[in-house]
């Protein structure tokens, strides 16, 4: 059975997104409050000693938005 599911994100939640999976993570706590959102999204999670990552979800939407660009392309 497939699922669609609609993700809004704006542009700093995108940019936190790529970042995340870039291996960036949040450095102050205005940068851990933002992030703190996409992490109520599903789209990353915390774990001690690694940080910031992304979710099997996050990693969907991340695909999906490239793939779009590629499209569009």
Same mark, same amino acid.
């Given at each position: 059975?497939?699922?669609?599911?609609?993700v809004?994100?704006?542009?700093?939640?995108?940019?936190?997104?790529?970042?995340?999976?870039?291996?960036?993570?949040?450095?102050?706590?205005?940068? +851990?409050?933002?992030?703190?959102?996409?992490? +109520?999204?599903?789209?990353?999670?915390?774990?001690?000693?690694?940080?910031?990552?992304?979710?099997?979800?996050?990693?969907?939407?991340?695909?999906?938005i490239?793939?779009?660009?590629? +499209?569009?392309?």
């Amino acid at each position: 059975m497939d699922v669609q599911i609609t993700v809004h994100l704006s542009a700093w939640q995108h940019d936190w997104l790529v970042d995340i999976a870039a291996g960036k993570q949040p450095k102050n706590w205005y940068h +851990r409050q933002s992030v703190a959102v996409l992490s +109520r999204m599903g789209l990353v999670s915390f774990v001690w000693n690694v940080g910031y990552h992304l979710t099997d979800l996050g990693s969907q939407v991340l695909w999906q938005i490239n793939e779009q660009k590629e +499209r569009k392309a």
